[in-house]
């Protein structure tokens, strides 16, 4: 069996060599932390912000779409705390000369002393079995005991230095864990500095300080700073949503592990506003209604959970993590969080413009409550990625590679294949190609044999191969494979449209959201 490390090099070599995603200007060496999505990935990419906007906008008579733009006016900034507050507490190994996130050093040691509870859980549940009770377990035997105490200590310690902005005493937390710099393995630490994630580039001929705006580093500012202009344009009634996808830029400072932490990335994110007092319960409610919607793309749903803030951010009065388990752990993939009246407050009092709304009902005007969903498309892209690559051994010997990406989420809904490059195969080919290409992505192959060209459709995840032979000459009928099974069957032309339509539609899946 190889181990995850490995499956994880191996996804990145696959999405390479099949065209999902390009690291980033590579014929100069590549761009550290930017990528770029290829004929396939865009494909898929697509498919999942659609998937995403219709499950949002489409689905909910209450939430509209925006698109602002990646620039803003440069106090927006200053109003949302980006420029005061945006930053990463950094440390740098004195030896390797690497640079860490010191919240992610911390982090990652105390899901180590998590993973030797989780062990021990495992082993008592082998060797009791049905008998096996796990709160009863865990509140008694010493070692778990010993060890959540442990963990519970770090992270009530490294809460209070985060709140108290104590940055000593975050190094301080990092030596006496013992933590060494998995590059040099020594414990050669700096101090803890502070690093604003923000791009800024100057707008105008002249570079003067005066010019420099800012990348923007959320989505969400530009849905605030628009919320009146939608409000009345759309005589919206509170509550109700906006949404938006597009891209942010992060600086950030340690940018590994593929396409989940990227310095360009792009987010989907929808702000809820409510009435002052009924945010937690549209909290609860946009958490259940987004594990769901997670839950909904067929990646097991074992593979979610969801993680509370341990330190809240200077505008959230409560907030979660939906969090995946990818190749390297499980880690965030979506925030969700109550933002209270924080930035439509800040916005009101930087721009002296009223951002009020007056309910009817209670016949009031007060500033919204806001509760935030946000994704990162590219995270989102990774888990869909990273759980439906299968290394299969077949009967024969050999290994198939194949995406299982759901069918609706597949960059090429169907290929077809005509037998041979002769007798008229390829012209009754072209006229299957016709019929179905005007409702999905289809793809045309004629090289190599039949069975190279079902494993090139298997590894990019297409859920049809459709053959073309000389009795489809004689009576229209065609040979359709099945990926998930690998099962051929012999069908009518007539009959093509509605059995792929059932398969790949989105239909069901939005449906399964209710
Ligand atoms: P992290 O703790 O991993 O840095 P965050 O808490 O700063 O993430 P948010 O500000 O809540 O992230 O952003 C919302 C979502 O945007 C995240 O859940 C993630 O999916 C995505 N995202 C954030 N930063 C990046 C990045 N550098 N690359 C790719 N996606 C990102």
Request: hydrophobic content about 40%.
């Amino acid at each position: 069996m190889a181990n995850q490390d490995d499956i994880f090099k191996n996804i990145i070599s696959h999405s390479k060599e099949y065209g999902f995603i390009f690291q980033s200007s590579e014929i100069y060496d590549g761009l550290s932390a930017v990528y770029d999505y290829g004929q396939m990935g865009v494909e898929l990419k697509k498919n999942l912000r659609d998937y995403w906007w219709k499950a949002m906008v489409q689905m909910h008579e209450n939430i509209v779409g925006i698109d602002a733009s990646i620039f803003m006016h440069p106090t927006t900034w200053k109003a949302s705390g980006h420029v005061d507050a945006f930053n990463d507490p950094l440390i740098d190994n004195k030896d390797s000369k690497k640079r860490y996130r010191a919240d992610v050093l911390i982090e990652e040691h105390v899901a180590k002393i998590e993973g030797k509870i989780q062990k021990e859980i495992d082993k008592a549940k082998e060797r009791f079995g049905e008998s096996f009770n796990e709160e009863t377990f865990c509140s008694t035997n010493a070692r778990v005991l010993e060890n959540q105490a442990k963990a519970d200590a770090i992270l009530s310690r490294f809460k209070t230095a985060l709140e108290n902005n104590d940055l000593a005493d975050v190094r301080q937390i990092i030596i006496d864990c013992e933590i060494v710099c998995p590059i040099s393995g020594s414990k050669n630490w700096t101090e803890v500095r502070q690093f604003n994630l923000m791009f800024s580039t100057s707008m105008g001929a002249v570079t003067e300080d005066s010019n420099i705006i800012y990348l923007r580093p959320e989505t969400a500012q530009g849905i605030f700073v628009n919320f009146l202009n939608v409000q009345k344009s759309g005589r919206m009634k509170i509550p109700f949503g906006i949404a938006q996808t597009g891209k942010a830029f992060r600086n950030e400072i340690v940018a590994r592990q593929f396409i989940f932490r990227m310095r360009e990335f792009e987010q989907m994110e929808m702000q809820f506003f409510v009435r002052p007092g009924t945010e937690m319960e549209w909290y609860n409610y946009w958490k259940d209604a987004r594990i769901k919607w997670h839950k909904s793309l067929g990646m097991g749903n074992e593979n979610y959970r969801f993680h509370d803030h341990l330190k809240l951010a200077h505008y959230a009065n409560a907030a979660c993590d939906i969090e995946f388990n990818f190749p390297f752990g499980f880690k965030e993939l979506e925030g969700i969080h109550s933002r209270t009246d924080f930035d439509l407050k800040a916005h009101e009092q930087f721009s002296g413009k009223k951002l009020q709304y007056f309910d009817p009902e209670i016949n009031q005007n007060y500033v919204p409550y806001v509760v935030e969903t946000s994704v990162g498309l590219d995270r989102l892209f990774l888990s869909v990625l990273s759980k439906a690559y299968t290394e299969e051994k077949l009967e024969d010997g050999t290994t198939r590679i194949a995406l299982n990406i759901p069918a609706f989420l597949a960059p090429i809904k169907v290929a077809i294949l005509p037998l041979l490059k002769k007798d008229g195969l390829p012209e009754k080919a072209r006229e299957i190609m016709d019929l179905l290409k005007f409702d999905h992505a289809c793809t045309f192959d004629e090289k190599d044999t039949i069975g190279k060209r079902y494993r090139r459709q298997d590894a990019i995840g297409t859920p049809f191969c459709i053959t073309i032979d000389h009795q489809t000459l004689e009576d229209n009928t065609v040979t359709i494979r099945h990926r998930d099974t690998m099962k051929q069957e012999r069908v009518a032309i007539e009959q093509l449209q509605q059995i792929v339509e059932e398969k790949v539609s989105l239909k069901k899946a939005l449906k399964s959201l209710n």
